[in-house]
T-cell receptor, first 110, second 116 residues
Framework: EDQVTQSPEALRLQEGESSSLNCSYTVSGLRGLFWYRQDPGKGPEFLFTLYSAGEEKEKERLKATLTKKESFLHITAPKPEDSATYLCAVYGGATNKLIFGTGTLLAVQP | DGGITQSPKYLFRKEGQNVTLSCEQNLNHDAMYWYRQDPGQGLRLIYYSQIVNDFQKGDIAEGYSVSREKKESFPLTVTSAQKNPTAFYLC???????????????FGAGTRLSVL
């Protein structure tokens, strides 16, 4: 069964304290892995898409990486405005649909 | 500005009532989607449409209905058959649902539906 698991469920960081969020997946024939940011009460905002193992993408303090089994979202020197829920989703497998994880709630304290 | 507009932002449903959530996009995307988001769960697909006048059931279609009469519009009706409709509903669109860079889904701001 196609599945996406994100960890940790919640993460609290001090401003400037770097860390990583994990997205592990099981899907046959990955055709894309997507990271989104979601603020409370709003729709998800697209951040990155990765298509093959070894690929990396960067945007400001965020860097996404991909292996054959998981993806990491690295946050370098986070600021309070980085606080949000980060969602991971994969496309591929038998269902041909986007499968979402339950997200990681990140809180960055000043 | 190009984007996806969902309305209303908040909606209340009475017992036995059908309600319709609006989703409009001006991105010229072919594919549109409806998701439901509940606390502690990932987004779940309700319905999707790859082309005008065609749509397919997602994983949790029971109690919902859709139409796709125009490329820009994909309204969702929550019927009285949906016994637990309280949730955050998200509409999305993509250029092409078949894969690659064209299936990046962009989301609207959502509609929060509650039962009175």
């Amino acid at each position: 069964e196609d599945q996406v698991t994100q960890s940790p469920e919640a993460l609290r960081l001090q401003e400037g304290e770097s860390s990583s969020l994990n997205c592990s997946y099981t899907v046959s024939g990955l055709r894309g892995l997507f990271w989104y940011r979601q603020d409370p009460g709003k729709g998800p905002e697209f951040l990155f898409t990765l298509y093959s193992a070894g690929e990396e993408k960067e945007k400001e303090r965020l860097k996404a990486t991909l292996t054959k089994k998981e993806s990491f979202l690295h946050i370098t020197a986070p600021k309070p405005e980085d606080s949000a829920t980060y969602l991971c989703a994969v496309y591929g497998g038998a269902t041909n649909k986007l499968i979402f994880g339950t997200g990681t709630l990140l809180a960055v304290q000043p | 500005d190009g984007g996806i507009t969902q309305s209303p932002k908040y909606l209340f449903r009475k017992e036995g009532q059908n309600v319709t959530l609006s989703c409009e996009q001006n991105l010229n995307h072919d594919a549109m989607y409806w998701y439901r988001q509940d606390p502690g769960q990932g987004l779940r697909l309700i319905y999707y449409s790859q082309i005008v006048n065609d749509f397919q059931k997602g994983d949790i279609a029971e109690g919902y209905s859709v139409s796709r009469e125009k490329k820009e519009s994909f309204p969702l009706t929550v019927t009285s058959a949906q016994k637990n409709p309280t949730a955050f509903y998200l509409c999305a669109s993509s250029i092409d649902p078949q894969g690659g860079t064209k299936n990046i889904q962009y989301f609207g701001a959502g509609t929060r539906l509650s039962v009175l």
